[in-house]
């Protein structure tokens, strides 16, 4: 089974840029869509984006639409989340998760259907 780790958190102030990385051990990384996720204090964990296994396809919450940009490259088993104008709302520990039943097709936002799950980063954004 596919194993997540997260990177590239931090502090930044309100209409900064940053750049999350998720890599990926195992040999079926290429296999699945992978996902952003994001939670913060009191909150339930909320969709974020996702992209195909081929990169082909991405879906964004509401949210970010427009300010945030998902990648990846198969060949460094690395996802990207790439985050810009980023609002004080932006303040949350973001996860990178796998579908692992989709077959590489995005498809679900919902927490229940991602089966592997990295340990998180956070982000914190100033205003």
């Known amino acids: 089974q596919v194993q997540l780790v997260e990177s590239g958190g931090g502090l930044v102030q309100a209409g900064d840029s940053l750049k999350l990385s998720c890599a990926a051990s195992?040999?079926?990384?290429?296999?699945?869509?992978i996902a952003w996720f994001r939670q913060s204090p009191g909150k339930e964990r909320e969709f974020v984006a996702a992209?195909?296994?081929?990169?082909?396809?991405?879906s964004y919450g509401d949210s970010v639409w427009g300010r945030f940009t998902i990648s990846r490259d198969n060949g460094k088993k690395t996802v990207y989340l790439q985050m810009t104008a980023l609002k004080p709302e932006d303040t949350a520990v973001y996860y990178c998760?796998?579908?692992?039943?989709?077959?590489?097709?995005?498809?679900?936002?919902?927490?229940?259907?991602?089966?592997?799950w990295g340990q998180g980063t956070q982000v914190t954004v100033s205003s």
């Open positions: 992209t195909s296994w081929s990169g082909g396809t991405t």
């Open positions: 998760a796998a579908d692992l039943k989709s077959r590489g097709l995005v498809g679900s936002k919902r927490v229940v259907d991602f089966g592997a």
């Open positions: 195992g040999d079926t990384f290429s296999m699945y869509a």
